[in-house]
């Protein structure tokens, strides 16, 4: 497994975004069959976006960072294809916590989990709330973490 470092920039006009948006075509929208219009959405304009890259400069994770009434989500959590299964999405995971602590000052963090990756998240600390309706495209259960 490579290193990867991070960049995060705020809003859609910034080099950040354009490199999570091809991660996010390549696979909200053409491997999980996300209607483009749903993937960007009016929060891309306000939250913080994230990349991952090699050492290489190759991009291979992205994921966002919102505040959606008074909660601090993470959202938009993915990994290329090719780069899967080794651990690139707790990597991710723990930069996204690092930041919303150490930067953003914030402890608490929800994430909408789609249902096949919840015991993913579980294993990383986060916590079902289970009487919570998510609204979401794919079906997905709501989940929180207290960082400190
Ligand atoms: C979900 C995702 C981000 C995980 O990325 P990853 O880099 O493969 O994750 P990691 O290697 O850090 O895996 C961590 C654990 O989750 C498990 N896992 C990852 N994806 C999984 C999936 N789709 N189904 C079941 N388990 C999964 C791994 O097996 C691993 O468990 P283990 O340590 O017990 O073996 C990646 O599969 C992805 O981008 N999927 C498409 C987009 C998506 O569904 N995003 C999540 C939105 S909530």
């Known amino acids: 497994m490579y290193s990867l470092s991070f960049q995060v920039d705020f809003g859609k006009d910034n080099e950040v975004f354009r490199k999570a948006l091809l991660i996010r075509e390549e696979?909200?929208?053409k491997e999980q069959k996300i209607n483009i219009e749903d993937e960007f959405?009016?929060?891309?304009?306000?939250?913080?976006?994230?990349?991952?890259?090699?050492?290489?400069?190759?991009?291979?994770?992205?994921?966002?960072?919102?505040?959606?009434?008074?909660?601090?989500?993470?959202?938009?959590?993915?990994?290329n294809l090719h780069y899967r299964e080794v651990?690139?999405?707790?990597?991710?995971l723990k930069f996204l916590e690092d930041y919303l602590l150490n930067t953003l000052g914030i402890n608490t963090v929800y994430l909408d989990a789609q249902f096949p990756v919840v015991?993913?998240?579980?294993?990383?600390?986060?916590?079902?709330?289970?009487?919570?309706?998510?609204?979401?495209?794919?079906?997905?259960r709501l989940m929180f973490k207290e960082l400190w």
């Open 87 to 92: 651990g690139y999405a707790s990597k991710l």
């Open 41 to 79: 959405d009016e929060y891309d304009d306000e939250s913080f976006h994230v990349i991952g890259s090699t050492k290489d400069g190759v991009v291979i994770c992205c994921a966002r960072i919102i505040k959606k009434n008074n909660r601090w989500y993470f959202g938009r959590i993915a990994v």
């Open 27 to 29: 696979i909200f929208v």
């Open 119 to 140: 015991y993913f998240y579980e294993k990383m600390g986060y916590i079902l709330i289970p009487d919570e309706e998510v609204k979401a495209v794919i079906p997905c």
